[in-house]
């Protein structure tokens, strides 16, 4: 069974621009969770998801926001970029909220200059 | 709000010694406690989770951890480390029931020595 599978794994933009990271989950997986670990702050939760709705929320602007299809692939924006948005974005999976165990991808980095 | 406290940013072990990663949380209810591990460039794997029940929690890898409600810690250990252990290793404590938006400590970096 193939793992969380998040696109793409790096990527320079440039501030003011925007973003879209993508996330497949493990198949049969429904919940996904999006995670920001940084340097300074380390790992945030940033939403999750679950049958195409957002159950959670973090603690982050509105410049950041998320979706979730129907075939429980999400994908996170971030609008008008900021240097402090570099970061390692992770994506998380379960079968259900709360099911037990987070299954993370990889993570996509994102360099802001 | 709930806290996890992560007190060793760096440890240095020798391979075959013994391991143990202090953390100390801060949650107004049952918490539901949890320690990853991330490799350079990879995500992160779950080593093992308390829920409740027995306060001795036994996970992957050889790591076993245990839950200490009246000093609010959930020290992770490992009677003997190999130098694959070497890695980042994160506390986590779940918001409401299981692992809704996971709170992290700042995470202890273990190296190995030959």
């Known amino acids: 069974k193939a793992g969380v599978t998040q696109t793409p794994r790096y990527l320079i933009k440039t501030r003011g621009q925007q973003v879209t990271l993508s996330c497949s989950p493990i198949?049969?997986?429904?919940?996904v969770s999006w995670y920001q670990q940084t340097p300074g702050q380390g790992l945030q939760f940033l939403f999750e998801?679950?049958?195409?709705?957002?159950?959670n929320k973090g603690n982050f602007p509105g410049r950041f926001s998320g979706r979730q299809f129907s075939n429980s692939r999400s994908e996170m924006n971030v609008s008008t970029l900021e240097l402090g948005d570099s970061a390692l974005y992770l994506c998380?999976?379960?079968?259900?909220?709360?099911?037990?165990?987070?299954?993370f991808g990889e993570g996509s980095r994102l360099t802001v200059l | 709000a709930q806290s996890v406290t992560q007190p060793d940013i760096h440890i240095t072990v020798s391979e075959g010694a013994s391991l143990e990663l202090r953390c100390n949380y801060s949650?107004?209810?049952?918490?539901?406690l949890f320690w990853y591990v991330q490799s350079p460039g990879q995500g992160l794997q779950l080593l093992l989770k308390?829920?409740?029940?027995?306060?001795l929690v036994q996970g992957i890898k050889g790591f076993e951890a245990e839950f200490k409600r009246s000093q609010s810690s959930f020290n992770l250990r490992k009677p003997s480390v190999h130098w694959s252990d070497a890695a980042e290793y994160f506390c986590a404590v779940g918001a409401g029931f299981g692992n809704e938006k996971l709170t992290f400590g700042t995470g202890t970096r273990l190296t190995i020595i030959p």
């Open positions: 949650y107004g209810a049952t918490p539901y």
């Open positions: 308390y829920f409740s029940g027995d306060t």
């Open positions: 998380a999976s379960q079968e259900l909220p709360n099911a037990g165990e987070l299954f």
């Open positions: 198949s049969g997986h429904r919940s």
């Open positions: 998801y679950f049958s195409e709705t957002q159950r």
